[in-house]
């Protein structure tokens, strides 16, 4: 199930939040449990098997790795961490990548594989790191082992992170699964936080990706190198407000529910570098790199041979983890190369530049290389990066790019204005007074629109069935 | 925030989202929406089969943007934000100045097999039957209001389909661009509806003259009549948009002395007749009110107009033929309707036992290249 349909909001939702209120406090946990697995087998329900497997699996091996702890076998309890390591990669390998190496290695010549066609388990890249997580976090010692399955499960299928994020690490949320509070100040919070993520998927991703669509699809003899960056342009500002949407709603629905989750993006297209980029956006999944690969492989502490190669490891697995396929480990390992020339090469350099430039320089990277993560067909991707660096078949402009700039317009600058802090911090500006009568107002809108744009909703996809 | 300030706005959103649930189990559901012209998706059985599929979910949640409380306001909502924020389309439909609404034509690469295919069906198939057959190629408003549509707006050009056809097949073919771009400031088409109105079927007659061995008769013998000045027709419907007057419906041949019979069959594949009209006023207090002319979809039709002395015409055809048919009654004795998409017998069969003269095969060029041929083969 996804949230941006009128079923979740008007259907599903309503009566997870009744239940979870009128349910005594110590059966609150085991009713999630039952309505996490509805909302993960919703588009194909023998998938459920999946998520008893995984957390059946996870949670005897916490148990195993804290016993060992517990007698000071190291090696036994380290034995147990790689075990739940390779099941669940090896699930995640799969059900993910079997097809793409399958293919791969049919490419040149070693058919040996047989292609399986298998439609992924919806979020699997998303909760298998996860309860990756797990058992890591109990042998570090920063969580104990959770001896409670219903509870163990709830962490694993929690709903509103399941499908699209944020990854959540079981450190930070080891506490808030046993017991939390419901403070109304959180419910509010999370209403407001819920809403605008709403408004961001519906009424702003879908918009501008349907722009997207347009020069994704055209082909290659009439698109002009103008339309080619307004493409780029949209899709970026499409999977931001997509993914940060997403984020949006699984924080106000967690917050709804007594969570607190951390945030999942901080305007990243305000950064003013790769690296700051990557510090503000999927700010769950870089995080969960740097703690479970990057720094066991050494960090940045090392020479500088092995500090390139750290980099390019973790960006490789970082492009792979978005899609199984050679442009997603392509886009990584692009930004594994640009974060090696940060550290290495131009980083002082860059920091003395002003930063208009700073941000051109960043923007710039980020949306060639989106293009890369979001072309598939290599015989497709090629020209269209042509296009924009002036080979384009169908010339610099033509009517159809003064159609779209003049249709899009007033989208792309709400677009503009909803990737920069501005919105936020003018509302912060606002008296007290007026937020109060303007935040209920705003709430209404953004249900009222969004659920018009839902129930006339010839546009409404789903981006993450890769991940 | 203060906790009064939050209680206040924890039980606003409950009660908003508490509206929409008890809006939407209250709403009686519908079979049908007039306004959109399209059954609308029922609740599904809840069987274990499609439960453990999916399929019933995917089914319910279809059924829930169906059925949602209030739906048309809803979808008139999103057209009109469409426009607020800029936009000169919503659903593949563009607003032009007039208040014409005109859809897009798009020629996808499915469309273009289809096309190819289809020309082979054609020629095979005049190649088998005895008599004449021919070919003609009706583009819509897209192609002959093109300057109406805003600027720059995308939109495949029909003329290439009609230039394809032509070039392509062996049977005589012919394309009404022409006949149509000379009156292009006169009211040919619904500005609501995708079909051309009865004037712009007129001038569709008048050139088809020469290919079907008529002499059209002058504009000025008929007299109009207006049936109805509140048509809004299948763009609206597909539009969202609510804010455009609606069309005027005109007819021009008066419909004495003719009989129309629509053939189907039963369950069990006896055939039965039942009668129609040239023109059943009945629809003109529906939505679908362009279902006047000859009373709307059917198989095979038969148009019965007492000129004995005058030969027999099979239309192979969309609805554009609908209106059409009332200016081609003076000069055969029988006009047969065949529509490919419900009618699956032998047309080649059907010519040869009913004594048909000449054949002519006659489509929008939207429909031409949507709609496969193939039982043409038959």
């Known amino acids: 199930m996804v949230f941006s349909t009128p079923f979740f909001l008007f259907t599903y939702f309503p009566i997870v939040l009744l239940l979870h209120y009128v349910a005594p406090l110590k059966y609150r946990n085991a009713l999630l449990l039952v309505v996490n697995l509805i909302f993960y087998g919703w588009k194909k329900p023998i998938y459920i098997l999946i998520m008893f497997a995984s957390i059946g699996i996870d949670y005897v091996h916490g148990i195993l790795v804290e016993k060992a702890k517990g007698e000071d076998n190291d090696r036994r309890a380290r034995r147990y961490v790689i075990q739940s390591a390779i099941f669940n990669l090896a699930l995640l390998g799969f059900f993910k990548y079997w097809d793409f190496i399958a293919r791969s290695l049919a490419a040149v010549g070693l058919g040996f594989m047989p292609v399986l066609g298998l439609e992924l388990p919806i979020g699997i890249s998303f909760y298998t790191f996860q309860t990756m997580s797990y058992t890591i976090d109990v042998y570090r010692g920063d969580a104990g082992a959770q001896r409670n399955i219903v509870n163990f499960g709830t962490f694993v299928t ?37 809403t605008v993520g709403l408004a961001k998927k519906v009424l702003l991703a879908n918009n501008l990706g349907a722009l997207w669509d347009v020069y994704k699809a055209m082909p290659l003899t009439e698109l002009t190198t103008g339309g080619a960056w307004l493409g780029a342009l949209a899709f970026a500002f499409q999977l931001y407000f997509d993914f940060s949407g997403y984020s949006d709603m699984a924080v106000g629905l967690g917050q709804m529910l007594g969570f607190e989750f951390l945030g999942n993006f901080n305007y990243p297209y305000t950064a003013r570098s790769i690296s700051e980029f990557w510090r503000r956006w999927h700010i769950s ?28 490891v973790v960006w490789a697995a970082t492009g792979i983890w978005h899609g199984a396929n050679w442009n997603f480990l392509l886009w990584g390992g692009c930004y594994g190369v640009l974060l090696v020339l940060e550290k290495l090469v131009w980083g002082k350099a860059l920091d003395r530049l002003p930063a208009f430039l700073q941000r051109i320089y960043t923007l710039f990277f980020v949306l060639v290389l989106w293009v890369v993560f979001a072309i598939e067909d290599f015989s497709h991707l090629l020209p269209y990066l042509s296009a924009m660096f002036g080979a384009a078949q169908g010339g610099f402009t033509d009517g159809a790019l003064f159609y779209h700039l003049r249709s899009y317009l007033p989208m792309l600058l709400l677009a503009l204005c909803g990737a920069t802090p501005g919105v936020k911090l003018l509302w912060a500006r606002l008296p007290e007074k007026l937020r109060q009568i303007l935040c209920p107002l705003l709430i209404l809108a953004g249900l009222a629109l969004s659920t018009a744009y839902l129930v006339d909703g010839t546009y409404n996809p789903f981006l993450y069935f890769q991940f | 925030m203060t906790k009064k300030y939050a209680r206040f706005l924890s039980a606003f959103f409950c009660a908003t989202l508490t509206l929409g649930f008890t809006a939407n189990a209250l709403t009686p559901d519908k079979e049908f929406s007039q306004v959109e012209n399209r059954s609308l998706a029922q609740r599904p059985a809840f069987t274990a089969k499609d439960v453990l599929s999916g399929k019933f979910m995917a089914d319910y949640e279809t059924y829930v943007i169906d059925q949602f409380a209030g739906r048309d306001a809803w979808v008139a909502a999103k057209a009109w934000s ?8 919503n659903n593949g439909v563009y607003f032009c100045d007039d208040g014409s609404l005109i859809t897009r034509f798009e020629l996808s690469e499915d469309d273009q097999k289809r096309l190819e295919s289809n020309l082979k069906y054609i020629d095979d198939f005049a190649a088998k039957v005895s008599g004449p057959v021919k070919v003609g190629l009706i583009p819509t408003a897209a192609k002959i209001w093109a300057e109406k549509l805003p600027a720059g707006a995308p939109n495949y050009d029909q003329g290439l389909v009609i230039s394809q056809t032509l070039q392509t097949l062996t049977t005589p073919a012919f394309g009404l661009t022409d006949a149509l771009a000379g009156h292009k400031d006169e009211a040919i088409f619904y500005r609501t509806d995708h079909h ?7 001038y569709g007659y008048a ?3 020469p290919i079907l061995g008529y002499e059209p008769l002058p504009l000025s013998t008929y007299t109009k009549t ?3 000045d509140e048509f809004y027709g299948t763009v609206f419907s597909s539009s969202g948009v609510r804010w455009v007057e609606p069309d005027e419906m005109d007819t021009y041949v008066p419909e004495d002395g003719i009989t129309v019979t629509s053939h189907t069959y039963d369950a069990k594949g006896n055939p039965v007749e039942e009668p129609r009209q040239l023109y059943d006023k009945s629809y003109l207090t529906k939505k679908d009110k362009y279902a006047m002319f000859l009373g709307g979809q059917q198989s095979l039709g038969v148009v019965k107009t007492g000129n004995s002395d005058k030969p027999k015409l099979l239309l192979i055809r969309d609805s554009y033929s609908d209106s059409l048919v009332p200016f081609l009654t003076p000069h055969f004795s029988e006009i047969h309707l065949i529509d490919l998409r419900y009618y699956k017998r032998s047309t080649a069969q059907y010519i040869a036992d009913n004594g048909i003269d000449q054949t002519l095969i006659l489509y929008s060029v939207p429909n031409f290249v949507e709609s496969s041929l193939v039982w043409l083969g038959r």
């Not at chain 2, 469409?82 to 389309?89: L, N, P, S, T």
């Open chain 1, 158 to 194: 929690l709903f509103p992170q399941l499908i699209a994020g944020p990854i959540l690490k079981y450190k930070d949320l080891a506490d808030q699964i046993d017991e939390r509070s419901y403070p109304v100040e959180r419910f509010a919070a999370g209403v407001q936080t819920f």
């Open chain 1, 285 to 312: 999944l870089s995080s969960w790199f740097r703690d479970y690969l990057y720094i066991p492989l050494g960090g940045s502490r090392v020479g500088k041979g092995r500090l390139i190669f750290n980099l390019m």
């Open chain 2, 82 to 89: 469409e426009r607020f924020v800029g936009k000169q389309e």
């Open chain 2, 196 to 202: 051309w109105t009865s004037l712009g079927a007129y």
């Open chain 2, 207 to 209: 050139a088809l003259g």
């Open chain 2, 226 to 228: 207006t049936v109805s």
